[in-house]
């Protein structure tokens, strides 16, 4: 287990610094330049239409989850422990300016996900629920390439709700055990019984059990833990200054701290920010696809703020935490141990519990965005009924395991696994970038025009493979068309 876990981190890092960074960055770039900084400019657009209210059909109800649904779902896979225990490894290794490198990979990424999340909207797919969609339908019907929508759905699956929610659900294991004070043997059993049961109820419910558990989840567990930071951060507030002077200094390697090497600086920034906000990595787009809108730019707008909020505010306040906690980080803990040990040495035993509480309502609800991804995923592989029931089942399985099991190899192969994912997608996103910024002058055309913008998909008749987008009518609700005589994606081939 050893050597293989050498061999996965050496290659991980390999790729990571070779190949997906330079993508990332040089993609990143254009998209914000040839956009117009599109996630600067249309900042106030951003807030505006999460507000919007989900069209309705012709039975009076929402065609679908609304924009904001959409939004905590992606948000509810985004913000987990990475954020807390993801941060935590970022300055352990990489010292405070890991933490720049982290903001500026939201800022720029900000560009990348409006695009993918663009397209996944415009390409979406009509099924009984409402809509789904993703990187795997824009490479079928966008790209014409099925093959390369498969293999992108496959290392979604293998990554997010097998891997990703193991670690996840460790997490939880790891910190009650932590917060009880005891590693007895059979407390893991007993949380991973429960975390799976609690999985269990929610995705066997379907996508609007997982929206009503999200739109509910993801603002409370966001509000609780930035309270705790708050608070902590007010009272070294005399800090703050320092910290900032840190994070700045040590963003370009001229403070030798932790791994003072300015590669594993940035690397250790772009890589957590990445693991934490996913901007460009393909699977928020699997939510943004879900949401009933009058236009697919305001969801990649939605999905935009979303990387926002999971960095500059959740992101942000551990750092913060972390940093005017443990002005020495020689010698610190990494992970989810440096975050716990700055938060209890600042309020004491009690806030662990707190911690604990927060830390479970992160990782569950992770747990259930990157279910609804992998979802997503196999009903574009196959519609069969059978292979979404033991995908569920895995799901539960995956979730159990993970809790009793070591998980250290599951770590480094899921950042493997997540670079992967994150090329194939990128270059996806680089070809059909043409199209989404026609979708974008559309959007801007009809506000300075001052209406509330609407699309069609008369609009761009160039462009082939758009399923729904049928007419005025069908998309503001008054009259809900399905093309039955249209086949599903899966069965096209």
Known sequence: MEALDAFVLSAGDFWWTWIVLPLLAVLGVYFTVRSGVVQLRLLPAMFRVLGDKTPNGPDGKPQSVSSFQAFTISAA???????IAGVGTAIAIGGPGAIFWMWTMAFVGGASSFIESSLAQLFKHRDADGFRGGPAYYMQRGLGQRWMGILFAVLLIV?????????????????????VGTDAAWLPWMVGIVVAGLTALVVFGGLRRIAQVTDKLVPAMALLYLLLGLVIVGMNVTEVPRVIGEIYAGAFGFQQVAGGALGVIIMQGVKRGMFSNEAGLGSAPNAGATAAVTHPVKQGLVQTLGVYFDT?????????IILVSTPDLAG????????????????????????????????????????????????FITERRGALVAYRVLVVAAVLGGSVVATGVIWNTADFVMGLMAVVNLVAIGLLSG??????????????????????????????????????????????KVDAERPSGAERG
Do not use: H
């Open 435 to 480: 199209v989404a910024f026609k979708l974008m002058r559309n959007f801007d055309e009809q506000r300075k025009a001052g209406k509330d913008p609407v699309f069609t998909r008369d609009m761009l008749p160039e462009v082939r493979g758009i399923e729904v987008w049928e007419s005025v009518e069908s998309v503001t609700g008054t009259v809900a």
């Open 159 to 179: 990554c997010f709700p097998f891997a990703f929610s193991s670690l996840q659900a460790n997490t939880i294991a790891a910190t009650v055990s932590s917060t």
């Open 312 to 320: 500059f505010l959740v992101c942000s306040i551990t750092a913060f």
């Open 77 to 83: 896979s985004r913000v987990g422990v990475g954020n």
């Open 332 to 379: 610190a803990a990494q992970g989810i141990d440096l975050t716990y040990g700055a938060v209890t040495g600042q309020l004491g035993d009690w806030a662990g519990v707190v911690l604990s509480l927060v830390i479970f309502l992160l990782a569950f609800s992770s747990i259930i965005g990157n279910y609804y991804y992998g979802e997503s995923n196999i009903e």
